[in-house]
């Protein structure tokens, strides 16, 4: 097909009609981003409460009312004038901006493109004033409060081809609601309103950010977020960080400001999705309201049109600092941390749950990995101690008799593969030293159902054992870092396994990087390989298993790129594979050992995965659910 032939005309001046309708294809993409620049307008002059009027999803009308400073009756033609603007006069105000629209051509594209109309009155007016059409039209008295109304009416009227591209009136709604979410998020000190087709959608009253997000982003978030607010020289980051475990399947719950400008900025969603990388799972998403806040000299607003997109000073210097400012708020998530703990579940929630099978693995539900390795049979206890009653001991016992059975020494835990001393109390603990209780019995196999003071705890035993695992074995890397050894385990007779030319070779090729990781695995022959040594974390894990995981990773991602960008990830497929697996019996001691390691341990809430390694179900809960007291 054949491109069509230019027209040659000759180099001329084009008209001001023209040129804001050229703008206007920048700015005025569709009804949302009139709502956008019209809101960012409102909040600079000062609005404590602004009111979004649209009709047939913005396209018939856009009006929005604010109580700021209004404009004077003389500045209102300048108002609709190109390049006008109050908020910039020279070079040194564009590289400091502190106001949210700046450019002094918004408004101007909005009415070569819609009819528009401007009321507005100050406070020392007698009355309001109105402009109509352009900044040609007549300023003529009107009537109205104080405060500014903008109407726009009949978008793209004048530019049919632009206005057949615009989505269905419920779509182009939609986007406008979100805009309104978006900036009403960002300033919970402003009271905001929004009606469609004269019914009234939102109304959000002046509060505080936690009960503005509530609102706005729903409860599931509010009863399941960490509040952030750090600060490093000129940088401060502020808000909430949703916890792993109420991830979703897409990035709709994500929401960063910068200087109170909501951003899309490549280099802060990477900051964020690091921090969470190895709490949340690869195709899983979380919520978040963050706001960073920053001189203006440091950070470039006017890169693209819309002001979406921004550009740091230091980008280096910010990413860094968003992502351990993040990484330490989830890293708080144990059952130790204050205000952490997983919300309980109600009745509800337990009478409509899916079966236990839905929270396995694959692997798990296929059996992967579900034969015993080992079995442990039941330990004796001091004769007449509350364990071996027919009866469930209460909590206040339990604690008592708890640190009495361990009062003789230190105890090992046969779920840990290395030595891990139990506490010994130098008087008898109180219930709060132990927050995820004492252990009842095991479930299926899979589940460990505990008792603490408010009720039964859950614990899912593979997830939370493999977190402990994994978090254990990134500091033994990170030791290692700092010059300390990592603890390997030799094995008594080497495990030898047949392998292909490329295991041998990636073996061979890579013994620096896997003697890193705490592994000797050497070529005995051209088809067999021996492991010597693993770390010693992993040393009652499956040796074959662990040594083709570490060759594929190493393999695929090369020496030097598995111990930087991808450490994490693996150090997660060993703990894994580690991990204590479902069907294995515990005894009392082992559930016990595995609760107080998950109380020492970041990140505890949830497994490598973003799954939550416990739930806590209240007394109150179980009372409703067996209509006690009703």
Known sequence: MNAPVPTHRPIQQLNDQLISQIAAGEVVERPSAVVKELLENALDAGATQITVRLEEGGVKRIAITDNGRGIAPDEMPLALARHATSKIASLTDLENVATLGFRGEALASIASVAAVSITSRTADAPHAWEIVGSHLGTVAPSSGPCGTTINVQDLYFNTPARRKFLKSEQTEYGHC???????????????????????????????????????????????????????????????????????????????????????????????????????????????????LDLDPALVDVNVHPSKIEVRFRDSRAVHQFVFHAVQRTLAQTSATAHGSVPAPLTAGEIAGSSSSADWRRPHEQTGFG?????????????????????????????????????????????????????????SAPGNDDFPLGFALAQLHGIYILAQNTKGLVLVDMHAAHERILYEQLKNALDAQVEGQDMQVQAMLIPVTFFADAIEVATATDHQDTLKALGFDIAALSPTTLAVRAVPTLLRNADAQTLARDVLRDVREFGGSRVLIERRNELLGTLACHTAVRANRILTIPEMNALLRQMEGTERADQCNHGRPTWVQLEISALDKLFLRGQ
């Open 177 to 291: 609601a979100e805009v309104v979410r978006r900036i009403a998020l960002a300033r919970p000190d402003v009271a905001f309103s929004l009606t469609h087709n004269g019914r009234t959608i939102d109304h959000w009253n002046v509060c505080e950010m936690a009960r503005r997000s509530s609102q706005i982003l729903g409860t599931d978030f509010a009863e399941a977020r960490l509040a952030i607010d750090e600060s490093a020289g000129p940088l401060r980051l502020h808000g909430y960080a949703g916890l792993p475990t109420a991830s979703k399947a897409r990035a709709d719950g994500q929401f960063f400001y910068v200087n109170g400008r909501y951003v899309r900025d490549k280099l802060l969603v990477h900051a964020v999705r690091a921090a969470y990388q190895d709490v949340l799972h690869g195709d899983r998403f979380p919520s978040y309201v963050l706001a």
């Open 370 to 426: 579900a034969q015993l390795t080992q079995t442990f049979s039941p330990s004796p206890f001091p004769a007449g101690s509350r364990w071996d009653a027919p009866d469930t001991p209460g909590v206040a016992q339990s604690t008592a008799n708890y640190g009495a059975l361990f009062a003789g020494g230190a105890e090992r835990s046969p779920l840990s593969s290395a030595a891990m001393p139990m506490p010994v109390p130098s």
